[in-house]
C-alpha cells in the first residue's frame, strides 16, 4: 500500500464508488486488528454446561478479539470470579478459557458464569453459562407392603422415578427382565405410574419392577420389587354370582379433577393423558372444542395419551377427553397456552461512525410473556455510567454529535421466563484515512473467457471512493465487462487476452488517500478434449479409461491429471493399490472387481482453473446367490419355492434354475427340476411321491449362470401311485419263433413309493378277439416264446407299486421275430450304360417269402477277367445294397474292356436271403490308363531319346501312342505343342529330332485305344550344346589302327569271360556273354555330362522346376530297374521290346527286363 501522490498518467480511470457504508448496516464487520477497535466476543461455551461423569474435563471456553488485546475476568452466581486462584482449574494462556478437570467433587463449581473481556476502549461479556452437577439419581431403601386389591378394583403402582438429567425412560419389568404386558386395562401414566382399569387374577404377582433409565448419564436405576394380591370372588356363592365383577362407570385416575391448563413453549411437544377405571374397560376418545384436532396430532398408548408435535400458536385452544363404557362416561378439559422465549425483532448492529454524526442503537423483541429488555454499556447497567450526549427513546439508544470517546460495548438483553438473549454491539467513533489492506504488486491469474477477479479492500472512515484503472491502455476498463463492487474487488467479465497487464487501485476520503498495484495474467483455458464413454465390464477383466486434456503450456510443471472414484481421489500408491495405474492420460484398472464399479471422473487441474469429464463404470458379472428360500404350500404333489433375487451385476437375469437333491438315489447329486423367467421369485414344482428332496436356485444372465442358494430343508411328500407308465418299448425279434419286449424303466424318483413292477400284456392285432396275454414282472424286458414268424401284436404296459397303479398304458404294435427271406429275385437283367456303369433291374420277391420286414436288395458282383486276356481269375467280390422296396439299381466303378459276375438277393432284419442265379456281361473299351514308364534314355544336340512301357490296364485294345513335346525355356511364354502319333502299339521307344541345342522340353506320353487317349504321363530334359562324346568315338572308329586295337582289346577280354565262366559254371547252360554282348543294359549306357532331364508321371507337373543329371538318376536307379517293375506283372516283352501279351513266369520277367535294356543300348 501506498499513499496516491501521483495522477494516474495516461490510465484510463473506472470511477465506481465503493462506499463503506456497509459498515453501518449490517450487524459485524471486520476492522484490521492494526486500527484500535472494542472487544469482541469470538466464541464461548453453551448456556448450559453438564458434567457429565465420565468426561475427563470440562471448558469454560470465552475467546475475544480486540486493540488492544482484550483482558478477562469471570464471575460466578453475579461475584467476581479468579480462576488463577483456583490451582486445580486449567488456565489458558492469552485467553479467558479455563478448564474444570473431573477429578473430585464438582459440586463446589456448580453454579451461573460470566465472561467480560475488555480493554481500554471498553468490555464485552458473554452470556451466562450455566455449570450443572448431575448426583447419581437413586430410589430410596424402602419396604413395600404388598398391594391387596378386590378383583374388578382399580390399583395404581407408583414408581416415583428420582430426579436426574432427562430425558427419563421408564420401564416396567419383572424379575427376571420379561415386560408387564401393557393394553386398555393396564397402561403406564406419563410420571411413570403403572394404572389398572379394574384387577383380575392374574394381576397377582410379586415382582413388579419400575427400573428409570438416564441415557445421557447411563445409567438405570431399579425400584424395590412390589407385590399385588388380587382377591377373588367367594367359591361357595351361587354359579350366577361366582368370579363374576361388578360392572361400573367410568372416573378418571388421571388427570385429576374436571379442567387443567397447560403451558407450553412454541416447538415442545405437548403430551396429555386421560387413564380411566371402570369395568368393562372403558374407551377414551378426544376432541378440540370448536375445531378439528391438529393434523400433526397422534394417538398413542391404546388411545389414551394425545401427543402434538412441535405445537405452535395455532395448537392454541380448548381440548376435552372422553373416557367411556357402556354404564356411563367422563370428562376432562385441558386448556393449552403457547408461549414463546425471546425473539429478536431488531437485533443491536456493530456500527462504525464518524465523529460528530448521529448513532442510533435499536434493540426490540418479542415473546409470550413479553420479555424485558435491559441495556448494559462495557459489562455495565446503562444508569452507572452517564452521558451527556446520550438518551433511550423506547427501544432505542441515540447518541448525539458522537465523539471519540463514545465508542464503548453496548450491551442488549432480552429476558422472560421461558429464556434470555444477548446481542454486544460495538460502536466505533473515529476519523481515518484509507488504508488498502489488499498487498502490494499482487499477482492476478485468469482463464480466456471466464470471468476474472481482482481485490482492492480497503478499511477507512469516512467512507472511501475506490476507483480502478489499466496502466497504457485507455480503453481497456471500459464497457460492460468491468464492475467495481462494494468492497472494492475490479470484476472481468469473460477475460480476454487483451485484458492482461498492471492493473492499479486508487481508495480516497476526506482524511487522504492510498494506492496498490496488481498484475493480471490471462491463460488458456484448461479443457478435456476427449473423455471415455460409459464402459461396460467383466468381473475380472482390465478397463482402460482415457482422458486427452488441452491447458495452458506455461503451466508444464504446475500441471495435474488427477482421477476420483465417487468423487473421491484414487490412490496410486503401488504398495498401497498395485491394480491402478497411471500413465498418459490413462488410468488401467487390472483385475476389475465389483467395488470397483461407480463413476470415474478426470479432473485436469491448473493454478487458475480445472476441467473434469466423468464416465461411468460398470461391472458386469454372473448373478449372486438368491436368498432366503423357503418353502410354503407343501402338498403332495407339489411345494411352492420363494426367494429373494440376489445382485444381478448390471445384466438383467434372464432366468431361474430350480435344482433338487434326494438322498435315497443319488445323495449329493443336484439336478434340474425346471427354468422360471427372471421377472419371477417363484415356483411350484411339480414333485414325486417318497423322495426326500430338498432344493436350491441359481439365477442366469447374458454373462453366465451364478452360484446356487443355500439348499431348503428336506421335503418329502406322502407316497402315491405311480403317475406314468414306462416309455420307449421296444419290441424286438431276436430269433423267428420270439417276440423280445424292451422298455424305458422308470427312473427311481419316479416311482413314487416302493413295490414297483410292470404288467406286460400282449396279444395278435391279425386275431380277430385275440384274448390279452398279461405278465407281472420287476425287470424292464420280457420276452414272450413260440410266437409265428413276423406276426402284428398289440403290447400295453403298466406300472404300479404298493399305492396301487399308474394310469392307463398305451398300446404300441409291433412284430414278433423275423427269419432269413426263402426266395431269390427273378428276371435279373443287365444294361450296359458306359464302360465303367451297368444298370440292374430284377423282379420283386413277394412278400410272403420276406419273413421279415423287407429291408432292400443287395447286389453282389465280382470281375472274372479282362477281355484283353483269355484267362479267368476271380477276382475281390463287391457288394452295393438298395433299401426299400425296388426293382432296380445302378452298379458303378466297373473296369472298362472286362468280364464280370452278378447276383441279386433281398435282405430284412434277420439277415440275406438266397442269391439270383449268376448273371454274366462284359464292359465295352475305355481309355487306357497311365503309362507306368516313360523315360528319356539319350539327349543330344538336335535329338532325345525315349523309352516307355505298355499301360499296365489298356482298358481295350491299343490302337498306339500320342508322344507330344514343347519347348520351356526360362521364359514366361511356352512354345507350341508338337504332336507325334505312333500308330504301331508295339513300339515302346522312340527319338526325336531336329531340337533346339540347349533348350528345355517338356514331354508327354499318353496311350490310346479306339475310345480315345488316357492321361498323360511326362517328363523334361535339355538338349546339350557339343556333339557327344560317342559320337567322336564313332570318328576315331574309322581309323585302322584304332580298329586294330580294339580287336585286340576285345580279344583278351574274351578270353579272361571265357576262363571265368568256365570256372564258375562247369559244363554251363548258355553264354552269359554272347547274351550280354546282344542285349546290353540300357543303364550302362554311355552318357554325356551335360545330359539333364527329370522324369514326371503327372502330366500337371509344373513346366519349370528343377533339373537333375540323367546320369545321376540313371545311377541312382540301380542296375536291377526295369520296365517290368513299374507295369503290370503279366506283361512281357519280345527282344526288340515289343508287347507280346500275357506271362506270369518271374524268369520271362526277369529275361523281358534283360531284353529291354539290351535293345536300347547305344555301342561304342
Not at 439336478?671 to 414344482?685: F, I
Not at 396279444?763 to 390279452?772: H, I, L, P
Not at 400295453?796 to 404294435?813: L, T
Not at 441279386?904 to 436271403?913: A, E, K, L, Y
Request: aromatic content about 8%; hydrophobic content about 35%; charged content about 25%.
Amino acid at each position: 500500500m501506498r499513499s496516491q501522490q501521483r495522477s494516474p498518467g495516461s490510465g484510463a480511470v473506472l470511477g465506481l464508488v465503493a462506499c463503506v457504508c456497509a459498515f453501518y448496516a449490517t450487524t459485524a464487520f471486520d476492522i484490521p486488528l492494526e486500527v484500535e477497535q472494542l472487544p469482541t466476543i469470538t466464541a464461548q461455551s453453551p448456556s448450559s454446561l453438564i458434567a457429565f461423569p465420565f468426561d475427563e474435563s470440562f471448558p469454560m471456553t470465552c475467546e475475544a478479539k480486540g486493540n488492544p488485546e482484550p483482558k478477562y475476568r469471570w464471575t460466578k452466581n453475579g461475584q467476581e470470579f479468579d480462576p488463577s486462584l483456583d490451582p486445580r482449574l486449567m488456565k489458558e494462556e492469552n485467553s479467558g478459557t479455563f478448564v474444570i478437570p473431573n477429578n473430585g467433587n464438582l459440586t463446589e463449581y456448580q453454579g451461573t458464569y460470566r465472561c467480560y473481556a475488555s480493554n481500554k476502549l471498553g468490555t464485552a461479556i458473554s452470556k451466562e453459562i450455566e455449570f450443572i452437577v448431575p448426583h447419581v439419581p437413586k430410589f430410596p431403601k424402602e419396604t413395600l407392603e404388598p398391594i391387596v386389591v378386590e378383583e374388578g378394583q382399580p390399583f395404581v403402582l407408583q414408581c416415583n422415578p428420582p430426579r436426574g438429567i432427562p430425558p427419563l425412560q421408564i420401564y416396567w419389568m419383572t424379575i427376571n427382565l420379561q415386560h408387564i404386558e401393557q393394553d386398555e386395562r393396564v397402561s403406564m401414566g406419563l410420571n411413570g405410574d403403572l394404572y389398572f382399569s379394574h384387577a383380575v387374577d392374574k394381576d397377582s404377582r410379586r415382582d413388579y419392577c419400575c427400573f428409570a433409565a438416564f441415557p445421557r448419564i447411563r445409567t438405570i436405576v431399579q425400584k424395590t420389587a412390589m407385590s399385588v394380591v388380587v382377591k377373588t370372588k367367594n367359591s361357595g356363592a351361587s354359579p350366577d354370582t361366582a368370579n363374576a365383577i361388578l360392572e361400573r362407570r367410568p372416573s378418571l385416575l388421571v388427570p385429576p379433577g374436571g379442567n387443567s391448563e397447560t403451558r407450553l413453549i412454541k416447538g415442545e411437544d405437548l403430551k396429555w393423558e386421560c387413564i380411566a377405571e371402570g369395568f368393562p374397560t372403558p374407551q377414551v376418545e378426544w376432541v378440540k372444542l370448536g375445531r378439528q384436532l391438529p393434523v400433526k396430532a397422534k394417538l398413542e398408548n391404546h388411545g389414551k395419551l394425545l401427543i402434538v408435535p412441535r405445537v405452535d400458536q395455532e395448537d392454541d385452544g380448548k381440548y376435552m377427553c372422553k373416557a367411556k363404557n357402556a354404564l356411563g362416561e367422563v370428562l376432562h378439559y385441558f386448556t393449552l397456552m403457547v408461549e414463546e422465549p425471546p425473539e429478536w425483532v431488531a437485533e443491536p448492529e456493530s456500527q462504525l461512525r464518524m465523529i460528530g454524526s448521529d448513532v442510533l442503537i435499536k434493540c426490540s423483541a418479542d415473546g409470550t410473556p413479553r420479555p424485558t429488555m435491559t441495556w448494559r454499556v462495557n459489562g455495565e447497567p446503562l444508569q452507572g455510567a452517564p452521558a451527556a450526549n446520550r438518551k433511550v427513546l423506547d427501544d432505542t439508544i441515540v447518541l448525539h454529535n458522537a465523539k471519540a470517546s463514545d465508542s464503548a460495548v453496548y450491551q442488549c438483553e432480552a429476558s422472560n421466563k421461558h429464556g434470555t438473549l444477548l446481542s454486544n454491539a460495538n460502536i466505533m467513533i473515529m476519523n481515518l484515512a484509507p488504508m488498502i489492506l489488499t498487498e502490494e504488486g499482487k499477482d492476478y491469474y485468469a482463464v480466456q473467457g471466464k470471468g476474472a477477479m481482482m481485490h482492492c479492500s480497503v478499511f477507512s472512515s469516512p467512507p472511501s471512493t475506490i476507483t480502478w484503472s489499466k496502466v497504457d491502455s485507455p480503453e481497456s476498463v471500459e464497457g460492460p465487462r468491468f464492475a467495481v463492487h462494494d468492497n472494492g474487488s475490479l470484476e472481468i467479465d469473460g477475460a480476454e487476452k487483451d485484458d492482461a497487464g498492471q492493473f492499479t487501485c486508487v481508495a480516497k476520503n476526506t482524511e487522504g488517500s492510498s494506492a496498490v498495484d496488481a498484475t493480471l495474467y490471462v491463460k488458456d483455458p484448461t479443457r478435456v478434449v476427449a473423455a471415455q464413454e460409459d464402459q461396460q465390464i467383466l468381473k475380472g477383466a482390465a478397463a482402460q479409461l482415457s482422458c486427452l486434456v488441452d491447458y495452458d503450456k506455461s503451466f508444464s510443471d504446475d500441471f495435474e491429471l488427477r482421477w476420483e472414484k465417487d468423487d473421491v481421489a484414487i490412490g496410486l500408491n503401488h504398495t498401497e493399490n498395485p491394480r491402478h495405474i497411471v500413465q498418459d492420460g490413462f488410468l488401467q484398472i487390472l483385475n476389475v472387481s465389483h467395488g470397483d464399479q461407480g463413476v470415474y471422473t478426470c479432473v485436469a487441474i491448473t493454478p487458475v482453473d480445472r476441467d473434469a469429464a466423468s464416465t461411468l463404470l460398470m461391472v458386469l458379472d454372473v448373478p449372486d446367490a438368491p436368498e432366503y428360500l423357503v418353502l410354503s404350500e407343501h402338498k403332495s404333489k407339489s411345494v411352492k419355492l420363494k426367494w429373494i433375487p440376489g445382485d444381478d451385476h448390471n445384466s438383467s437375469t434372464t432366468e431361474f434354475i430350480v435344482e433338487y437333491e434326494e438322498s435315497q438315489w443319488e445323495p449329493g447329486n443336484w439336478r434340474e427340476l425346471l427354468r422360471v423367467p427372471g421377472d419371477r421369485n417363484q415356483a411350484v414344482p411339480k414333485l414325486h411321491g417318497h423322495v426326500d428332496y430338498r432344493f436350491r436356485v441359481s439365477a442366469v444372465n447374458a454373462v453366465g449362470r451364478g452360484r446356487p442358494s443355500e439348499h431348503t430343508e428336506r421335503y418329502k411328500p406322502p407316497a402315491a401311485a405311480p403317475d406314468k407308465n414306462p416309455e420307449n418299448i421296444r419290441i424286438e425279434g431276436h430269433f423267428p419263433h420270439e417276440m423280445n419286449i424292451n422298455w424305458e424303466p422308470l427312473l427311481p424318483i419316479e416311482r413314487n413309493g416302493p413295490g414297483l413292477e410292470y404288467k406286460v400284456s400282449y396279444r395278435r392285432q391279425d386275431v380277430e378277439d385275440d384274448a390279452w396275454k398279461e405278465e407281472v414282472v420287476e425287470r424292464h424286458s420280457f420276452v414272450v416264446k413260440n410266437t409265428p414268424t413276423f406276426v402284428p401284436y398289440e403290447i400295453k404296459i403298466q406300472a404300479r407299486n404298493n399305492e396301487g397303479w399308474g394310469p392307463k398304458p398305451m398300446i404300441v404294435r409291433g412284430y414278433s421275430g423275423e427269419d432269413f427271406p426263402s426266395a431269390a429275385p427273378d428276371n435279373v437283367a443287365v444294361k450296359v450304360v458306359n464302360s465303367s456303369v451297368v444298370n440292374v433291374n430284377w423282379t420283386r420277391v413277394h412278400e410272403d417269402k420276406l419273413h421279415g420286414r423287407l429291408g432292400g436288395y443287395r447286389v453282389n458282383w465280382w470281375r472274372l477277367r479282362s477281355l484283353t486276356n483269355s484267362k479267368r481269375i476271380r477276382g475281390d467280390g463287391h457288394t452295393l445294397a438298395f433299401p426299400g422296396d425296388r426293382g432296380h439299381g445302378t452298379v458303378p466303378g466297373l473296369m472298362p474292356f472286362s468280364e464280370y459276375s452278378l447276383v441279386v438277393m433281398t435282405f430284412n432284419g434277420r439277415g440275406d436271403g438266397p442269391g439270383s442265379h449268376p448273371l454274366e456281361f462284359k464292359t465295352p473299351q475305355g481309355a487306357p490308363e497311365r503309362n507306368p514308364v516313360f523315360r528319356v534314355t539319350d539327349v543330344q544336340r538336335h535329338t532325345v531319346s525315349l523309352l516307355w512301357a505298355p499301360p499296365s490296364e489298356p482298358n481295350g485294345i491299343l490302337t498306339g501312342y500320342l508322344l507330344e513335346y514343347q519347348l520351356i525355356n526360362d521364359t514366361e511364354d511356352v512354345g507350341p505343342l508338337q504332336p507325334v502319333d505312333i500308330s504301331n502299339p508295339n513300339t515302346t521307344k522312340w527319338t526325336l529330332r531336329d531340337l533346339e541345342p540347349l533348350s528345355q522340353y517338356k514331354l508327354y506320353l499318353r496311350s490310346c485305344t479306339v475310345v480315345g487317349c488316357g492321361p498323360a504321363v511326362s517328363e523334361e530334359c535339355t538338349t546339350t550344346l557339343e556333339t557327344s562324346l560317342a559320337s567322336v568315338h564313332r570318328g576315331v572308329s574309322t581309323q585302322g589302327w584304332f580298329i586294330g586295337l580294339m580287336c585286340a582289346i576285345a580279344l583278351l577280354t574274351l578270353i579272361v569271360l571265357i576262363a571265368c565262366f568256365v570256372n564258375r559254371n562247369k559244363g554251363g547252360k548258355y553264354s552269359v556273354k554272347e547274351k550280354e554282348d546282344l542285349h546290353p543294359d540300357v543303364e550302362s549306357q554311355g552318357m554325356n555330362d551335360d545330359t539333364f532331364c527329370e522324369y514326371s508321371d503327372n502330366d500337371e507337373k509344373p513346366l519349370k522346376g528343377s533339373q537333375r543329371s540323367l546320369s545321376r538318376q540313371i545311377k541312382a536307379g540301380g542296375s536291377e530297374d526295369s520296365l517290368v517293375d513299374y507295369g503290370d506283372e503279366d506283361a512281357q516283352f519280345n527282344e526288340d521290346g515289343s508287347f507280346i501279351g500275357e506271362y506270369a513266369g518271374r524268369k520271362e520277367r526277369k529275361r523281358a527286363s534283360a531284353e529291354i535294356k539290351a535293345s536300347v543300348q547305344t555301342p561304342a
